[in-house]
């Protein structure tokens, strides 16, 4: 089983780029989720879904945009990246998302905004 | 929101000796889980908990769900370099989907 992929494991963009940061996971997992990690900060979540075609917003979703056709993959996008989201985006999912149910992680990216 | 806070922030030990650490919060939670991350890839679940006293051991490593519900702690006995990391606390209420994740304790050890 490869778990949660992520892709790129590194990206660097131009202010006002836009790009995809893709997840896609093979354990037929309902619950899936982006989240952010910055130093001293911890892992702050900003999009999630319960299931195929609904998602959320989470506790940091600004400039950020997610759509979840397929059970398999949530895409993350950066429709006009700016510096302050120069960060390490990590993709998450759990079969359910509910109670007795924790997070498994991918490996993330590493994104640059210069 | 929801957070937590977790301490010490850092801590460097020598090889060999036990750690302690530990993760708060103003709100309850039913559910606590620890994880680990090494340099450069994604946290790895090392402990769930699940019911508050509960106590619940993965080799070395030994978590408590407080009483309260408000705290939990992470133990590792005997590090050896590979308990080199960053420990993360994440906690999850009943009727909430989503976790709330600490900051981090980043561990450090020295041969």
């Known amino acids: 089983n490869a778990g949660v992929t992520q892709t790129p494991k590194f990206q660097v963009l131009k202010t006002g780029q836009s790009m995809t940061l893709q997840c896609a996971q093979d354990?037929?997992?309902?619950?899936m989720s982006w989240y952010r990690q910055d130093p001293g900060m911890g892992l702050r979540l900003i999009h999630y879904?319960?299931?195929?075609?609904?998602?959320d917003q989470g506790e940091v979703p600004n400039g950020y945009n997610v759509s979840r056709s397929t059970t398999e993959d949530f895409p993350l996008r950066l429709l006009s990246a700016a510096p302050s989201q120069t960060s390490v985006y990590f993709c998450?999912?759990?079969?359910?998302?509910?109670?007795?149910?924790?997070?498994?992680f991918g490996n993330g990216t590493r994104l640059t905004v210069t | 929101g929801q957070q937590l806070n977790q301490s010490p922030q850092s801590m460097f030990i020598q090889e060999g000796e036990d750690v302690s650490m530990n993760c708060t919060s103003s709100s309850i939670f039913n559910t606590w889980l620890w994880y680990k991350q090494d340099p450069g890839e994604g946290p790895v679940l090392l402990i769930a908990l699940y019911k508050a006293g509960e106590l619940t051991s993965n080799g070395r490593l030994t978590a408590q769900f407080g009483i309260t519900r408000k705290d939990s702690f992470l133990n590792i006995s005997a590090s050896i370099p590979s308990d080199v990391g960053i420990y993360f606390c994440?906690?999850?209420?009943?009727?909430?989907?989503?976790?709330?994740f600490g900051p981090g304790t980043r561990l450090s050890v020295l041969p």
């Open positions: 879904s319960v299931g195929a075609g609904i998602t």
């Open positions: 998450a999912s759990t079969p359910t998302g509910q109670y007795n149910s924790p997070l498994h």
């Open positions: 354990m037929n997992h309902e619950y």
């Open positions: 994440a906690g999850q209420n009943l009727y909430g989907q989503n976790f709330v």
